[in-house]
């Protein structure tokens, strides 16, 4: 229904929009609010996980869930990238909602998480890893056999695949390692890989899970450096790690959860003097 269409309240004679809640919505969102999160539940059987979770990650930027363990972060990244369906609440893309699609339907809307490199993955090459990627890529046996006389197209789509996949792998600075399977890669260079694969699928919202988990100092400031890169250019992060210094060091905005809730929400400045942030954590370094 249109946002024109509107109906007169019999009583008080004004008049009330008949649109949906979701085109309400996205009515009110503003286009430069990428990733919306609001009331946001997920229950396993008796635990609640995530408890009415609310936030709001601004395009280009690199925001920072973090939590103690258990505190419902994995889940809320779960219910986003639509691998768990809520128990309630909604999730916004760019003011449209996609709360309960699959996954790879939100990946083709632009939100797209880092995923470790399956194990058939790692029986391919760095290279194929990335060719693979693509959302709408089809393979060229698929076009030809329902359009023949494409094929010249088909050859085009997959040079210029090739050329953007020798790209991405430049970008992160592992070109050297094209022609090598996945599976060989350091714990590191794997990362580089999920990020790079990720790319390669023209996200507009990256979510990171844990991306340095396990990764050593040279590729972790390498893979944070291309994370800024990116931030520069316009894409939007929301980056859950365990390490402390990296959240604080490197997002202009953190979201804390603690027992499936925001406990807090601000700088990284506004967090280290939270008292009930500190309290949460028992002290540890924040
Ligand atoms: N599939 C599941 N079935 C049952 N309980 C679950 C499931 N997934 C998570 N939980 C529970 O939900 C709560 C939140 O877990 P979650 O993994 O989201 O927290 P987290 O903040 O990501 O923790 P961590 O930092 O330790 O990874 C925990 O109590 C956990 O045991």
Not at 191 to 201: P, S
């Amino acid at each position: 229904m249109s946002e024109s269409e509107t109906e007169v309240d019999a009583e008080s004679g004004e008049a009330e929009s008949m649109d949906s809640p979701v085109e309400r919505a996205a009515q009110q969102t503003p286009t430069s609010l990428p990733l919306r999160v609001e009331g946001l539940a997920k229950q396993f059987g008796g635990i609640t996980a995530v408890d009415g979770v609310s936030f709001e990650v601004e395009a280009g930027s690199l925001t920072g869930l973090i939590g103690p363990n258990g505190a419902g972060k994995s889940t809320t990244f779960n219910c986003i990238t639509g691998v768990h369906e809520p128990t309630a609440g909604n999730v916004y893309l760019n003011g449209e909602e996609i709360t309960g699609l699959a996954p790879y339907e939100i990946a083709q809307r632009g939100l797209v998480r880092t995923f470790q490199i399956a194990r058939e993955l790692s029986e391919m090459t760095v290279l194929e890893n990335l060719m693979l990627a693509p959302k709408h890529q089809l393979g060229e046996s698929a076009i030809r056999s329902v359009l023949p006389g494409l094929r010249d197209d088909v050859v085009d789509q997959e040079e210029e695949l090739r050329e953007r996949a020798w790209e991405t792998l430049e970008f992160f600075e592992i070109d050297h390692l094209a022609t090598e399977y996945a599976g060989t890669l350091s714990g590191g260079q794997r990362k580089l890989l999920e990020m790079a694969r990720v790319l390669m699928t023209d996200p507009e919202v990256v979510l990171l899970d844990e991306p340095l988990a396990g990764v050593n100092p040279t590729l972790e400031e390498k893979l944070l450096d291309r994370i800024h890169d990116l931030r520069a250019e316009g894409y939007t992060f929301l980056f859950v790690e365990h390490d402390m210094d990296v959240i604080m060091n490197n997002c202009e905005r953190i979201i804390v959860m603690h027992q499936g809730r925001v406990l807090a929400e601000g700088t990284a400045e506004d967090i280290r003097n939270n008292e009930q942030v500190i309290e949460a954590y028992l002290g540890e370094d924040i």
